[in-house]
């Protein structure tokens, strides 16, 4: 072999492992960035994903992917495509029912007075009875739906007494501005927007009253948590930092409040609203998280519960084939007591 020959291959060789050393670095870039899936209700850490927070606390590559509801977010996350995503009771009950490998790790928000069902004026809708024979949009596998689905169990009522219609929140607003359904299971924004020509039925505080909580949670893929449970830790210990910001000075935050100017911004609601839309939920601090009243105590703790029952339901209901034997299993407070440490 020639020296220009020689030379030759050596420059090949040299191309070949400098597009090898590229291809790998993308494909580590690309292995790295997390994806999160999240919701647009108002809450508190809209400000973290806003402010990117995450990223500077980590120096990961975040992409931050919102959906329209939970039941969204968890067939992404099914398919492999989300590492930790947001979602009510009702989907993540559906979802761990289904065999999906993930953990509730921190609860976002008891829902209390946030979702209510309201009924258009002159639906001719006062009292329970006289939803039979009425069109509700309501998302369904939300905590909306459940609580849809139980609101009418107490009514005396069925779903084949009234027409439940599987609606995406924009969908009910639209529909609700057409004058196509008589009401509506559903949250802020588009709650408070069809308040103005509606009546307030019942609000999932009441029905939570009576037996049949529902949340707001945080979830993970089982895997990805095991992995990084340094970084989940850091995104529980932002969240409850955003909380706490917000427990301390709600009564004095308006509409020019950074923390309620971004919280708009990302939910594209009014940021007049936000502060009252806010004051209708709860936000457990990182104590309540890790005791018995939420992610705490296994089998006995508040989330674990809050699974059971819902699942038993959407049994009854049909929208689940089989229920777990314990739902503790599904229940992990190890990363929130870890960012109680940071």
């Given at each position: 072999?020639?020296?220009?020959?020689?030379?030759?291959?050596?420059?090949?060789?040299?191309?070949?492992?400098?597009?090898?050393?590229?291809?790998?670095?993308?494909?580590?870039?690309?292995?790295?960035?997390?994806?999160?899936?999240?919701?647009?209700?108002?809450?508190?850490?809209?400000?973290?994903?806003?402010?990117?927070?995450?990223?500077?606390?980590?120096g990961k590559d975040i992409e931050w992917r919102r959906f329209d509801s939970g039941a969204k977010v968890i067939t992404a996350m099914a398919s492999g495509d989300i590492d930790?995503?947001?979602?009510?009771?009702?989907?993540?009950?559906?979802?761990?029912?289904?065999?999906?490998?993930?953990?509730?790790?921190?609860?976002?928000?008891?829902?209390?007075?946030?979702?209510?069902?309201?009924?258009?004026?002159?639906?001719?809708?006062?009292?329970?009875?006289?939803?039979?024979?009425?069109?509700?949009?309501?998302?369904?596998?939300?905590?909306?739906?459940?609580?849809?689905?139980?609101?009418?169990?107490?009514?005396?009522?069925?779903?084949?007494?009234?027409?439940?219609?599987?609606?995406?929140?924009?969908?009910?607003?639209?529909?609700?501005?057409?004058?196509?359904?008589?009401?509506?299971?559903?949250?802020?924004?588009v709650l408070g927007r069809i308040k103005d020509s509606g009546r307030v039925l019942i609000t999932s505080g009441e029905l939570s009253n009576w037996g049949k909580a529902t949340?707001?949670?945080?979830?993970?893929?089982?895997?990805?948590?095991?992995?990084?449970?340094?970084?989940?830790?850091?995104?529980?210990?932002?969240?409850?930092?955003?909380?706490?910001?917000?427990?301390?000075?709600?009564?004095?935050?308006?509409?020019?409040?950074?923390?309620?100017?971004?919280?708009?911004?990302?939910?594209?609601?009014?940021?007049?609203?936000?502060?009252?839309?806010?004051?209708?939920?709860?936000?457990?601090?990182?104590?309540?998280?890790?005791?018995?009243?939420?992610?705490?105590?296994?089998?006995?703790?508040?989330?674990?519960?809050?699974?059971?029952?819902?699942?038993?339901?959407?049994?009854?209901?049909?929208k689940v084939p089989s229920l777990a034997d314990d739902y503790s299993v599904f229940v992990n407070a190890s990363f929130a007591e870890a960012a109680s440490k940071l």
């Amino acid at each position: 072999m020639t020296v220009k020959q020689i030379t030759h291959c050596i420059k090949k060789a040299a191309a070949l492992s400098l597009a090898t050393g590229i291809l790998f670095s993308q494909m580590a870039s690309a292995d790295d960035t997390i994806t999160i899936g999240y919701q647009g209700m108002m809450n508190p850490w809209k400000a973290v994903i806003a402010e990117k927070q995450l990223e500077k606390a980590t120096g990961k590559d975040i992409e931050w992917r919102r959906f329209d509801s939970g039941a969204k977010v968890i067939t992404a996350m099914a398919s492999g495509d989300i590492d930790i995503a947001t979602a009510g009771s009702s989907p993540i009950a559906a979802a761990v029912n289904r065999g999906l490998e993930i953990e509730l790790v921190w609860i976002l928000e008891n829902i209390n007075e946030a979702e209510a069902l309201v009924v258009r004026d002159g639906s001719g809708i006062m009292a329970p009875q006289d939803l039979k024979g009425k069109k509700l949009g309501v998302p369904f596998v939300s905590t909306t739906h459940f609580h849809a689905l139980f609101a009418l169990e107490q009514f005396g009522l069925s779903d084949d007494d009234v027409k439940l219609i599987n609606m995406q929140p924009n969908a009910i607003a639209a529909a609700w501005e057409r004058g196509d359904i008589d009401g509506a299971f559903i949250w802020d924004p588009v709650l408070g927007r069809i308040k103005d020509s509606g009546r307030v039925l019942i609000t999932s505080g009441e029905l939570s009253n009576w037996g049949k909580a529902t949340f707001d949670g945080m979830v993970v893929d089982k895997s990805f948590g095991q992995e990084n449970p340094e970084f989940v830790a850091q995104l529980i210990k932002l969240i409850a930092d955003a909380d706490e910001t917000y427990r301390t000075t709600k009564d004095s935050l308006t509409a020019d409040t950074p923390m309620i100017k971004e919280i708009a911004e990302m939910t594209g609601g009014n940021a007049n609203d936000v502060a009252g839309v806010l004051a209708l939920y709860q936000f457990p601090d990182l104590k309540a998280q890790t005791s018995c009243v939420w992610l705490g105590c296994g089998a006995e703790g508040g989330a674990a519960k809050a699974l059971q029952f819902t699942s038993e339901f959407l049994k009854e209901q049909g929208k689940v084939p089989s229920l777990a034997d314990d739902y503790s299993v599904f229940v992990n407070a190890s990363f929130a007591e870890a960012a109680s440490k940071l």
